[in-house]
């Protein structure tokens, strides 16, 4: 029988069995399967069958790869072909392709950090709650006293001196208290005699009206509710906002004025060693921590082979100033005169011209505000004079020029003034507030003096705890020998300097401060109605900075950062 016919007789029996297993179906037809065969029984010949066919089963299940090496190259290749050339194994081909390119494009990716999302699949380490960095620095305003005020104005009656009470006085007449028998030209026989001559006083009346101030911060209702389990926003802002108060008030006690600044003067000069070969033209605003004054009268200096020299005249209750220089064969007007830099000193070496940059303001900015009080460098340099402090109420030692580095002998001559100067009122401050480089200049000046003599004593097990560097924060009063607590502010721009009394030395004053906030009222915090999708905190405080003996204060300004050596100019 052919192998055609055995394969049909095959199937014919299969179908024929129904349902039955196929193993059964083997065993019990093998007989119909092998007919015609002459070799032995029919029977002999079923059972031999059916046991080689089995095992070729079996091998093919557990070892196909003996099943495929006994088939013949020719063979193989046959059935390959014929698989192959098979509709289904073509439609299995080609879903297997599509499938593998569907894995490769979407689900094959493999996870990193930033795959299959940017932001990985990764827990974020966010600490709570946010973490509050800035700076909260207010020294003066925690050490000035804040007293009761009422009203709308905080009023003194000041006597400001008697007779003898001041220093100096030279060449005085009514100094003299000595006199005779009979007082100016009285006798027995007059009566009542005369009496001595009368002593002299001088006062004036201090009015300083009190001043509104507020500060506002928001918060939305989405903010607040999302912030939940991470910050309460609005305590956050709460916080923040009586922080800014506090830090906004620091500042308008050293620089506030009602009255606007004036722009300051300035002359230029040549250095006589340096690069520049043109014709500069200068121009000078004053600035403080809320403006800038409208520029100065431009000024000019043709130059060949040479540096600038610009000096400025200083403007009273004026923080720093801002210096602008342009170049050209004539006055180029404001629009050309371009920013060089803020200083602090009065004297300022010009290397080099900037050919664009900012212009200075063709009018005062905002340094004043009718809403101010007047901060203590107005009040100590008598900026505030004659309009809002009286007339000629200033301290007893104010320079604004002072044209050197902070040194020793700088401090010497201001306590020197301050205690018998010209306009000396025994004054012995309590503290010297000055800005970071210049204290740390003084440090120096100290250090190489060649009048100072230091020994240093180190100990043998001392040598490995050497510590370098010096500083300095107390100056022993020369004359009063008080020991002055030296202070750096961070709000002080460079160039500027005070010397603080707290208190009058003289226990019979009725001055408990010199320097005192009068507050009507103070900080009041208001928590406003939500109408909107808003909480809303109010800060409000009413009062002023009160100044019972500006006198018994001294102001530096005009101290130089840095000394040049070449031509013996500042910078």
């Avoid at 800035?134 to 905080?154: C, F």
């Avoid at 004043?368 to 460098?377: F, H, I, K, R």
């Amino acid at each position: 029988m052919s192998v055609a016919e055995n394969t049909s007789v095959v199937k014919a029996v299969l179908a024929s069995e129904g349902n039955r297993p196929a193993a059964d179906v083997i065993s019990t037809r093998m007989s119909e399967l092998v007919k015609g065969r002459n070799v032995g029984s029919q029977d002999d010949q079923a059972a031999a069958a059916e046991k080689l066919f089995r095992k070729a089963i079996t091998t093919g299940a557990t070892d196909p790869g003996r099943v495929t090496k006994g088939l013949s190259p020719q063979f193989a290749g046959a059935l390959n072909m014929a698989v192959a050339a098979n509709p289904q194994a073509q439609a299995m081909n080609a879903w297997v392709s599509q499938l593998q390119s569907q894995l490769s494009s979407e689900l094959g990716k493999n996870i990193t950090l930033t795959s299959p999302l940017s932001s990985g699949l990764v827990p974020f380490d966010l600490v709570a709650p946010s973490r509050l960095i800035y700076p909260v620095y207010s020294p003066l305003r925690n050490k000035i006293a804040r007293t009761q005020g009422q009203g709308t104005s905080h009023r003194a009656k000041v006597i400001s001196s008697v007779s003898g009470a001041l220093p100096g006085q030279l060449g005085t007449p009514g100094n003299r208290i000595s006199i005779t028998e009979f007082p100016n030209g009285g006798s027995m026989s007059n009566w009542p005699n005369q009496l001595p001559s009368s002593g002299s006083q001088s006062g004036y009346d201090m009015n300083i009206p009190y001043k509104f101030f507020g500060l506002t911060e928001a918060v939305s209702w989405l903010a607040q509710f999302a912030g939940q389990g991470f910050e309460d926003a609005a305590g956050l802002a709460s916080l923040i906002l009586l922080q800014e108060a506090m830090l906004l008030e620091e500042r308008a006690i050293i620089g506030a004025t009602s009255v606007a600044l004036s722009a300051p003067t300035v002359s230029l000069a040549t250095v006589a060693s340096g690069s520049l070969t043109l014709t500069a033209w200068v121009r000078v605003t004053a600035v403080n921590y809320y403006g800038e004054t409208a520029a100065s009268a431009v000024q000019s200096k043709a130059l060949s082979g040479q540096n600038l020299l610009v000096t400025i005249t200083p403007t009273p209750g004026a923080l720093a100033y801002n210096v602008y220089v342009g170049q050209g064969a004539s006055d180029p007007g404001r629009t050309a005169t371009f920013f060089v830099g803020t200083v602090g000193g009065t004297n300022l070496t010009v290397s080099a011209v900037p050919g664009s940059g900012n212009v200075p303001p063709a009018a005062d900015t905002g340094t004043s505000a009718t809403t101010d009080y007047e901060g203590m460098l107005s009040v100590i340099s008598g900026h505030s004079a004659g309009t809002v402090y009286p007339s000629n109420v200033q301290g007893s030692y104010v320079n604004q020029a002072v044209g050197d580095t902070f040194k020793a002998s700088v401090i010497n001559t201001a306590l020197e003034a301050m205690w018998d100067g010209a306009n000396g009122i025994f004054a012995d401050p309590d503290e010297l507030w000055a800005e970071g480089t210049d204290v740390a200049n003084l440090a120096n000046d100290l250090a190489n003096a060649s009048t100072s003599n230091y020994r240093f004593l180190v100990n043998q097990g001392e040598v490995g705890g050497i510590q370098s560097g010096l500083a300095v924060d107390q100056f022993r009063n020369p004359i009063t020998r008080k020991v002055i607590d030296i202070r750096v502010h961070p709000y002080f721009p460079q160039g500027t300097a005070t010397l603080n009394s707290w208190k009058i030395p003289q226990p019979w004053s009725n001055v408990g401060n010199v320097w005192e906030n009068a507050m009507v009222q103070d900080y009041l915090s208001i928590s406003w109605p939500v109408v909107d999708v808003t909480f809303r905190y109010s800060l409000f405080w009413y009062g002023t900075l009160f100044c019972s003996a500006p006198q018994y204060n001294g102001l530096l300004q005009g101290i130089q950062k840095s000394t040049v050596s070449s031509g013996g100019s500042f910078s």
